[in-house]
């Protein structure tokens, strides 16, 4: 009795177990076709590498243009100060155009070649020496600048005012030859330090030196109290010495 049961049992179990395996094989026979498929189109359809990073794109980028600085002088010139009928030696730096290199290094002594701003039969071409700066940069005494008489030379903290500068006509350097500076104020309205001087030793007594530099309050003082007995004296000789006391309008000496 027990022997049909056991075997239909089993016979169900095996039939259970072989369909379960069909199953299966057949989801992982189409899970291994859909990714070959999927790798397969993948490679047709993905982008190359060299197109993502941009190698092989066809767009340009934009680049910056970096201008170097002017070198040429932009200033002008005075057409009167160049003769055309003058050798190349002896004209004005300020009488040529050169043909500067911009990025020379600063100091260094180049060679340039100039021609003459106005045509001249005597002189065509000519290659100079200088020293690569520009002309701002020259020292003190190679340019001439402007003074002014509306700011107080003898003050403190010094007043600074702002000058027009131009480089002398024998200096050749990069840039406008005229060019703005600040300098400390430094006129003067005509009293020499050593006229003063000489007034405090021999008349200081009178106040004579004190009316000279237009102290007049301190002249009649210094007149009246015969110098302060010789000690206001003394002092004005010293302080006259060394250049503390000026003129009354602020100004320096010649």
Known sequence: MYQPRLSGFLITFLAFTSHFLSLTEGIDSQDRDGKENDMTDGNKNDTPFSNIYGASSTSTTSQTVVVPESCVDRSG???NKCPQDVSCANL???CFECSFNCTCVYGQEVEVKCYPREKSSSCEEISMNMTCRYCYQTEHWEHTCEGTDNCQAVSSPREMFTSNCTVNSDILCLGNRSFPKRLPCNWTSG??????????????????DRFYLGHWQEGIGKLFSFGGLGVWTIM???????RYLGP??????I
């Open 236 to 242: 004005d000789v010293i302080l006259i010495a060394i």
């Open 191 to 208: 009293y020499k330090w050593s006229t003063a001087l000489l007034l405090s030793i021999t008349l200081g007594g009178f106040g004579a």
């Open 248 to 253: 009354a309008d602020g100004s320096l000496y």
């Open 77 to 79: 010139h005075n057409r």
């Open 92 to 94: 004005p730096k300020d």
